[in-house]
C-alpha cells in the first residue's frame, strides 16, 4: 500500500505534526510510526509540564516565533478540547547583584518577543508573589502556566484517528530506502511506501536521519534532568512557579520550582550527560550510545567548555544535600528531609560537529524527507505551532 506521508515518532511534536497534515488535507494518506506501545512515553511524558511564554528566546528565532504562535495555538486548543490548564504565572528571581544586568536582558528580551504586563519586582514585591522566596530583584511574568502534556498529546492522537489518519505502535523504523519517488520505511513488523517521510523521532531523530542524509553534521546527545518533590506538607512553600536568573555560561535553566498540573511541586532539574538516549536512571547504561556521545567531537569541545559547570551538575545528581543547597539559593527554608525523589527527563539536545550545543529549532529538508533534528523545550509550548511550519513544507510537495 502506498501512503503520502509516514511520520516516524508518536512524541508530541511528531503528533503535533501529524494533526496540522489532516488538518490543512483531509484527504493525505498518513502514517504515524512509534516505536513504544504507548504515545508520548519520552520527552513528552516526562515533561515538566510548564507553558513557556517565549521569555528567554532569541527575537526572530524560530524557537521564539514557535513558542509564542505554539502558546495561543496550544491554548486555544486545550479551550476546545476541555484540557484543564492554569496561567498561574512565574516570577524569576536574581538572588545576587551580579544577577541584575542580566535579569534587566531578561526582561527586555521579553518585550522585543512580544510579552505584555510584566513586571519588575522590588525585593519586598517577591514576597506578595512568594512569601518564601529569596531575592534582590524580579520579573513576573503572567503568561506562564501549566497543564498535563501527556494529555494534550493523547488527544492529538484522537483527532488523527478521526480525521482517518493511521497510528501504528511498537513498530520501531530499521531503515529507509529511497527510491526515485518514493521511500520505503521498513520496521520490524511491515513496510511501507510513501511519497514523503517526516521524522519527529527525538532522541534518535539524528540516528534516523542518517537513514537518508549520512552526512548530517549533528548528534543527539540526551543530557537527564533529575527531580525531587517536595513533600506534601512542605508543598506550602511554593504557590506557582519560581525560576533562577539563566546562567549565560550554561546551556540549561538551572533549578527551578514548578507546581505541577498533576499536582504536586517539583523542584530541579539538575543536568547531566545521561549514560543512554533512553536512560531515566544512573544505573541506565548503554556502552555504544553513551561511547558515540564521548567520541563526537562536537560534545568533546562542550566538555571542555562547560566541565567545571557539568561537574557541579554530576555532583548534585549523587548528593541531595548539595542539590538541596542549590535550592536553598531561591528558597531557603528548604530542608534535605522536605525532598522526596521524583522523576527524571531526557533532553534530546543537538550538538553540532564544533561543539556548539544547538541553541534553536532545526528542521532539515531534502526531496522526500524532513528532518526535525533539533526540539528540544520549549517544543510541547510550540508543538503546534512546530507542526504548522513543518505541515507546510510538507504540503508544498502534494
Not at 509564542?68 to 498561574?88: A, P, S, T, V
Request: proline share 4%; charged share 25%; aromatic share 8%.
Amino acid at each position: 500500500m502506498q501512503h503520502d506521508v509516514v511520520i516516524i515518532g508518536g512524541g508530541i511534536v511528531g503528533l503535533a505534526t501529524a494533526l496540522q497534515l489532516k488538518k490543512q488535507n483531509h484527504q493525505l494518506d498518513l502514517v504515524l510510526i512509534e516505536k513504544e506501545e504507548v504515545l508520548a512515553k519520552h520527552q513528552t511524558g516526562n515533561n515538566s509540564g510548564v507553558i513557556h511564554s517565549g521569555l528567554y528566546y532569541k527575537p526572530g528565532s524560530l524557537k521564539a516565533t514557535n513558542c509564542i504562535h505554539g502558546y495561543h495555538l496550544l491554548l486555544d486548543f486545550c479551550k476546545e478540547n476541555g484540557i484543564e490548564f492554569d496561567l498561574c504565572g512565574k516570577i524569576v528571581v536574581a538572588t545576587e547583584q551580579k544577577e541584575i544586568p542580566l535579569l534587566q536582558n531578561l526582561f527586555v528580551r521579553g518585550e522585543q518577543n512580544g510579552l505584555t504586563n510584566m513586571k519588575k519586582l522590588k525585593k519586598e514585591e517577591l514576597k506578595e508573589y512568594e512569601p518564601h522566596v529569596n531575592g534582590i530583584e524580579g520579573i513576573f511574568v503572567p503568561q506562564t502556566g501549566i497543564v498535563d502534556y501527556s494529555k494534550v498529546a493523547l488527544k492529538y492522537g484522537e483527532l488523527i484517528q478521526k480525521w482517518d489518519g493511521q497510528i501504528r505502535l511498537g513498530e520501531r523504523v530499521l531503515e529507509i530506502r529511497k527510491e526515485a519517488t518514493r521511500s520505503v520505511v521498513v520496521t520490524q513488523k511491515q513496510s511501507y511506501t510513501t511519497r514523503l517521510v517526516i521524522n519527529c523521532a527525538g532522541l534518535y531523530s539524528d540516528k534516523v536521519a542518517r537513514m537518508t542524509v549520512p552526512d548530517v553534521n549533528v548528534k543527539i546527545i540526551p543530557f537527564r534532568g533529575e527531580y525531587f518533590k517536595l513533600k506534601k506538607e512542605k508543598e506550602y512553600l511554593v504557590k506557582n512557579l519560581i525560576y533562577p536568573v539563566p546562567d549565560p555560561n550554561f546551556p540549561f535553566l538551572g533549578v527551578h520550582f514548578t507546581r505541577m498540573a498533576k499536582g504536586g511541586v517539583e523542584a530541579g532539574p539538575n543536568a547531566v550527560l545521561a549514560f543512554a538516549r533512553e536512560g531515566y536512571k544512573k544505573s541506565q547504561i548503554n556502552l555504544s550510545e553513551l561511547a558515540e556521545s564521548l567520541a563526537w567531537p562536537g560534545f568533546q569541545k562542550v566538555a571542555a567548555k562547560y566541565w567545571r559547570t557539568g561537574m557541579g551538575e554530576m555532583y548534585r545528581s549523587f548528593s541531595k544535600a548539595a542539590f538541596t543547597e542549590a535550592l536553598q539559593k531561591l528558597l531557603p527554608e528548604i530542608k534535605q528531609d522536605d525532598l522526596v525523589e521524583g522523576g527524571a527527563g531526557v533532553r534530546a539536545q543537538a550538538c553540532d560537529r564544533n561543539g556548539g550545543l544547538v541553541d534553536d529549532f532545526l528542521i532539515l529538508e531534502d526531496t522526500q524527507v524532513i528532518n526535525v533534528c533539533n526540539a528540544p523545550s520549549p517544543a510541547a509550548t510550540s508543538s503546534l505551532a512546530i507542526g504548522e511550519t513543518v505541515s507546510k513544507l510538507a504540503l508544498k510537495r502534494f
